[in-house]
């Protein structure tokens, strides 16, 4: 597994881009990741799922963890999925109702601050 981290478009958000297959072996990676973009004070985290061959359960929890870290906060986590056999294991969990999702980086991101907004009206 491969992780690389970017500033968003917007100073709150930070991208972080996954790569290889994500599991029990390597999913502490990613969680350290996680935390130390949220701990830099990226309160919305857009994932990006799209290079990912293999996903495990250990590895939604990492996400649904990250995300519940972000909502304490102000933020969220959103995921950029773009392999079916991901979104399927999405749709059967209800992680698909959980998660903003979509195929872009800047449309997860978008919908992140836009549903942020919301929340503050």
Request: charge should be negative; hydrophobic fraction near 40%; aromatic fraction near 4%.
């Amino acid at each position: 597994m491969d992780i690389k981290t970017s500033p968003g478009n917007i100073d709150t958000t930070c991208w972080v881009t996954v790569s290889g297959d994500l599991d029990l072996s390597n999913v502490e990676t990613l969680n350290e990741a996680l935390r130390t973009m949220q701990d830099a004070g990226f309160v919305h985290l857009v994932v990006d799922l799209g290079a990912v061959a293999f996903i495990d359960s250990t590895g939604f929890g990492v996400l649904v963890e990250a995300m519940r870290r972000s909502r304490t906060t102000g933020g969220d986590v959103g995921l950029v999925v773009k392999q079916t056999h991901v979104k399927r294991v999405m749709e059967i969990t209800g992680l698909d109702r959980v998660f903003v999702t979509s195929d872009t980086p800047e449309d997860v991101e978008a919908q992140l601050i836009v549903g942020v907004q919301a929340d503050n009206s």
